[in-house]
């Protein structure tokens, strides 16, 4: 894999590069607090809740038994230092986020994230990884990701809207919305992977733990058949509509609208007029069913790379 050579050849003198454990989890937390560069895109996660896995990679002391391989370490059980940290996961494959990134110094760090991705390309390969993808939420990693082999390859932007007015929708007599069950989330899942591309698809799981964290998360279904969903969350400004997926047999059938009145109504009954949204530059479909709605691109456009294996 000529990405592989690349990442090994800039980062074989890097050293102390190792599986992250719970063990380091004090280390880890540190250096996210005081870190220059740092990387979050953990959705409904805690950083923590990868540690284990070979997809989360650490620079810092060797660790054994959890306690650091030094003479403090062996005495006082003291942990080790993290100087660098990189979690990658796959929810489901065959796409990934960088999901944690954390580097310490400037100074090496093109070299140090080489040596981060060599160490998890392999764990990638593993569990059937083709592509990975990298949000940036914040722009430090701009200089180096081009080095890494990443390239642009969408956009999402942050849409806003203040008031609860709500346009002429064509109605479906046919149609019910409901509260999500858990019983539907397989169900969901798999309209998840028949209406995006795998980078921005949802599992099963990922949406049970977006399901404890919604303030509003709804179904909407035909004839006892699940077409579509959205959840919302509560953010400081008010709500943020988190998701919203149409089986694609069913778009342009009223279902969104549908799924934005019920929300609407919610929000209204919690006293919140402010909502907010991300979506894809280019999901034609859904901006012109958000624009109808009243919502605004607030000027905010988080840049999306993607590595192809």
């Given amino acids: 894999m000529e990405i592989a050579n690349q990442w ?15 063990s ?19 959705d409904w996660h805690y950083p923590a809740d990868w540690l284990g896995s070979r997809g989360f990679v650490v620079q810092g002391e060797t660790n054994r038994g959890g306690v650091a391989d030094s003479l403090t370490g062996r005495l006082f059980g003291s942990r080790p230092k993290i100087s660098a940290c990189l979690a990658v996961a796959a929810d489901p494959p065959p796409a990934a986020w960088v999901r944690v ?22 764990y990638l390969q593993v569990t059937a990884v083709s592509r990975l993808g990298w949000l940036l939420v914040e722009y430090w ?7 890494l082999g990443f390239e642009r390859h969408n956009d999402v932007d942050t849409f806003v809207k203040n008031g609860l007015d709500i346009p002429a929708v ?54 006892s058949r699940v077409i ?44 919140i007029s402010t909502i907010t949204l991300n979506t894809q530059a280019d999901n034609q479909i859904s901006r012109r ?18 590595l192809d294996f």
């Fill in 228 to 271: 579509g969903f959205q959840f919302s969350t509560l953010v400081r400004t008010g709500a943020h509509l988190s998701r919203m997926t149409v089986d694609p047999d069913f778009q342009g059938g009223g279902v969104g609208s549908a799924l934005l009145v019920h929300a609407f109504n919610h929000y209204r009954s919690r006293g």
């Fill in 170 to 223: 064509r109605t479906n007599p046919g149609l019910i919305v409901r509260p999500v069950g858990v019983e539907d989330l397989e169900i969901l899942a798999k309209i998840e992977a028949e209406a995006f591309e795998p980078l921005w698809r949802h599992s099963a799981a990922s949406l049970a733990l977006a399901q404890r964290h919604a303030f509003c998360f709804d179904v909407a279904e035909v004839d």
């Fill in 24 to 42: 380091d989890a004090q280390g880890i937390t540190r250096l996210l607090e005081r870190a220059p560069y740092v990387h979050l895109h953990a």
């Fill in 8 to 22: 090994i050849g800039n980062g074989a003198e890097v050293q102390g590069i190792r599986t992250g454990f719970r």
């Fill in 141 to 147: 990693p701009d200089r180096w990701i081009r080095g």
């Fill in 289 to 306: 069913l958000y624009q109808r709605f009243g919502f605004r691109p607030n000027g905010h456009r988080f840049p999306v790379w993607a």
């Fill in 101 to 122: 990134a954390a580097i310490n110094e400037e100074a090496g760090a093109q070299e140090v994230l080489a040596a981060l991705f060599a160490n998890v390309v392999e």
